[in-house]
């Protein structure tokens, strides 16, 4: 017993350099990959878009939601002139984390205006009809009296039938997904593992329990079950997540179950049972870390799955409520526009959706490969 308990810490080493030899291995075959680790660069890039939110969208105001509606279904690549005039009253000063986080509320009223003329002082401008640059009101200010400046304003991707700026929506509209894939993936490895865990570890009356469990929640259409829950914890921004996040531990369990009844018999195992450790010890410090690859595939797969899930939830109009931007609700207010002149207000976010969804499956495919010691 002596000899073993000497010995232990030279197996340990051995081990973590194994496991570091072999995670390094790993990551250079998956950055060698030519279709997953671009895809995974395409993730992180959405991701510091999604996190810079408000910094970096053409419309810093709150969910991006300042209207203009005499601009609405403007053409991808327009520039319309305003006026910009200060807005009377006080304004806090914010942090700069806040405006990245919340936005901030506009300081200046932005008024269309069609063909100006500068007189000095007095600026003459007819406001913008979208018809004809003459046809408009004619507005006259006096720039000795109230401060006006004339700017000129790029919509790189258009306006939706609202006039708000469509490359905000979706900026924004990012942070929904990703979020609700983050959340969702958190709370399906949280539960799956707990309970698959649980299942496999101890079997008998436990496991029989459990798998119950499992083809209960895995007969249930998954879309369905959402809605369900949707409707018990009512609308909003986080019931989405925790709905979603829900529905998505039953393949987690089940590969965690698979695992662990083939792992439990290692001789470890039986080790660490010698020793005296407790059950939740030698699941989680020793048995888990062990099976970790399945499920990092299988969360990249739930990511993507959860990304889809929100973006029908809030095409449906159960999902994230308005104002706040998802990509969903955008495909929602615009897809009549899909056989009109303005059908890229859909398909805009479709893509986002699209091309989001197809990087992580590819990501998973990649980090399979990556992982299978199998296969190299």
Avoid at 21 to 36: C, E, K, M
Avoid at 82 to 104: N, R, V, W
Avoid at 290 to 314: D, H, K, R, T
Wanted: glycine share 8%; proline share 4%; with cysteine.
């Amino acid at each position: 017993m002596s000899g073993f308990l000497f010995h232990l810490p030279l197996f340990r080493n051995r081990e973590y350099i194994s496991s570091a030899s072999l995670s390094r291995l790993a990551w250079r075959r998956f950055r060698r990959d030519p279709v997953a680790f671009p895809s995974f660069l395409f993730i992180c890039l959405t991701a510091v878009i999604a996190i810079l939110g408000y910094l970096i969208t053409p419309d810093p105001t709150p969910f991006s939601n300042q209207q203009f509606l005499e601009l609405g279904t403007l053409k991808p690549g327009k520039k319309i002139t305003m006026l910009k005039t200060a807005k009377t009253g006080s304004f806090d000063h914010i942090s700069l984390i806040s405006k990245m986080m919340y936005g901030e509320k506009s300081r200046y009223d932005y008024i269309p205006v069609g063909r100006y003329q500068v007189d000095g002082n007095i600026i003459r401008a007819n406001s913008f009809t979208g018809i004809d640059e003459e046809t408009g009101q004619e507005m006259r200010y006096d720039r000795s009296k109230t401060p006006v400046e004339i700017i000129t304003r790029h919509f790189w991707l258009g306006t939706d039938r609202y006039g708000r700026d469509m490359l905000s929506q979706l900026i924004i509209g990012t942070r929904v997904s990703l979020a609700v894939g983050l959340i969702s993936v958190f709370l399906s490895l949280l539960i799956g593992i707990t309970i698959g865990s649980i299942g496999g570890f101890f079997g008998g009356w436990v496991d029989q329990l459990v798998m119950w469990l499992i083809n209960v929640v895995w007969s249930i259409p998954t879309l369905l079950l959402v809605i369900a829950i949707t409707f018990a914890l009512g609308r909003g921004f986080w019931q989405v997540f925790i709905a979603v996040g829900l529905t998505m531990w039953v393949e987690v369990a089940r590969v965690v179950r698979g695992q662990i009844l083939s792992i439990r018999e290692k001789e470890y195992v039986e080790a660490a049972k010698a020793m005296g450790f407790t059950n939740a010890r030698i699941i989680f410090r020793h048995i888990v870390p062990n099976l970790m690859s399945p499920v990092i595939v299988i969360s990249a797969a739930n990511f993507a799955s959860a990304i889809l899930l929100e973006a029908g939830l809030s095409f449906l109009g159960i999902g994230v409520q308005p104002p706040m931007p998802s990509w969903g609700s955008m495909i929602r207010e615009n897809y009549g526009y899909i056989i009109l002149d303005s059908a890229h207000l859909a398909i805009l976010p479709g893509l986002a959706i699209m091309l989001m969804v197809l990087a992580f499956m590819l990501v998973g495919n990649g980090l399979r490969d990556a992982l299978d010691v199998r296969t190299h």
